[in-house]
């Protein structure tokens, strides 16, 4: 995943962290039409026929319980038309991107808001020719603006169900349509139901497309806490495809869970791959502290193969300059290997630190 994709999605988290009167409902709507309907149990079955059934656009959704923490604000947007989280958005969210061209107000209803812990979210569907084009979703807080479309609100969803309807999406539209199955993957992992845990382990093992389980994997680590790391060291120890592990690298790096520093740390010690040594030593880097400054230096002595050792030293650049500028020095100064030390030399000259300034001109002074 990129670090604008990872942007995006933490974004996603934050605006969910919202309750509110708007929650035991559906939400306030302007500039369209809302008609309601119960959804049934299961689900899939009644909204496969609202979907097939549509010819224009049209939006369906509902409320469920979202796992989520945090004070943030209403709302965010990643599924917007320019990709980013729309952060002064007048009180409300616009459903089509083009509503204020076509007429729509510019306030859509409802008010910022700013409130302590997770409540629900709206899962809203876009629909057209029947096929799903679009999963979005909102704080429950949020006022929406429908273009001027109609929504189906469905009433009395449970939530396991949703996260039935979901999982079925993400696995048909892993080739078809990749946004689509971003989207259904990133609406199951922010369902505060144990059934995202168990669909989301069921699509992070090998026999679903790896497109899913490297977007699986973010999640695991960001939204479904300890059972999520913990399920990412399965991964970790035994999948097969290396793209699937580097992506749990990053997904473990997401955790806010207390052992996921000592996992990434364990990983740069001793996992058999160098590529993923390499990948843990670099999101230790982000995390900063003494226990990742310890990690990273002890690779650099330690660790058999050049390349990792290396990236090692670029970890090290990575930390807080207090942090890794006397390490780079140390490492410039007494590393046995050569291409180590020009390594730390390469990155003590793009700080632009005084320290090594004056590291610099020690070393031309002895020369």
Not at 299 to 326: H, M, W, Y
Request: with cysteine; aromatic share 4%; proline share 5%.
């Amino acid at each position: 995943m990129s670090n604008h994709g990872s942007m995006a999605a933490i974004a996603l988290v934050a605006a969910i962290a919202l309750g509110g009167a708007a929650a035991a409902g559906q939400p306030r709507v302007t500039n369209g039409r809302v008609t309601t309907q119960a959804a049934g149990s299961p689900l899939a079955p009644a909204f496969r026929a609202l979907v097939e059934g549509t010819t224009g656009a049209t939006w369906i959704g509902y409320a469920v319980p979202a796992a989520g923490a945090g004070r943030m604000t209403c709302c965010a947007d990643p599924g917007g038309s320019d990709g980013h989280w729309s952060q002064g958005c007048c009180g409300g969210c616009r459903l089509e991107p083009d509503s204020a061209k076509a007429g729509a107000p510019s306030a859509v209803a409802g008010r910022v808001a700013h409130i302590e812990a997770a409540d629900q979210m709206f899962v809203l569907f876009r629909v057209e020719q029947g096929k799903v084009q679009r999963i979005r979703l909102f704080a429950a807080e949020c006022g929406l603006d429908a273009g001027g479309r109609d929504l189906v609100w469905l009433d009395g969803v449970r939530p396991a169900d949703s996260v039935a309807l979901l999982e079925s999406l993400a696995m048909a539209e892993a080739g078809a349509a990749p946004r689509t199955m971003d989207d259904a993957v990133t609406a199951m992992a922010l369902h505060r139901d144990p059934a995202a845990d168990a669909a989301l382990e069921r699509l992070v093992a090998p026999s679903s497309p790896d497109a899913v389980r490297r977007k699986v994997t973010f999640w695991l680590g960001h939204a479904r806490g300890a059972r999520g790391l913990a399920v990412l060291g399965r991964v970790l120890r035994d999948d097969p495809s290396h793209e699937v592990r580097k992506s749990a690298v990053f997904g473990v790096s997401q955790s806010r869970e207390p052992g996921a520093v000592d996992l990434l740390s364990t990983l740069a010690r001793t996992d058999r791959d160098p590529r993923i040594r390499s990948e843990a030593l670099f999101w230790m880097a982000q995390q900063a502290g003494a226990k990742a400054a310890a990690a990273i230096t002890d690779r650099i002595d330690n660790d058999p193969d050049t390349g990792v050792k290396k990236r090692a030293v670029f970890a090290l650049s990575q930390l807080p300059k207090d942090e890794g500028v006397p390490l780079l020095v140390t490492v410039a100064r007494t590393n046995r290997n050569p291409d180590v030390r020009k390594q730390a030399i390469f990155w003590l000259g793009q700080s632009n630190d005084p320290r090594a300034l004056a590291f610099f001109e020690e070393l031309l002074a002895v020369r």
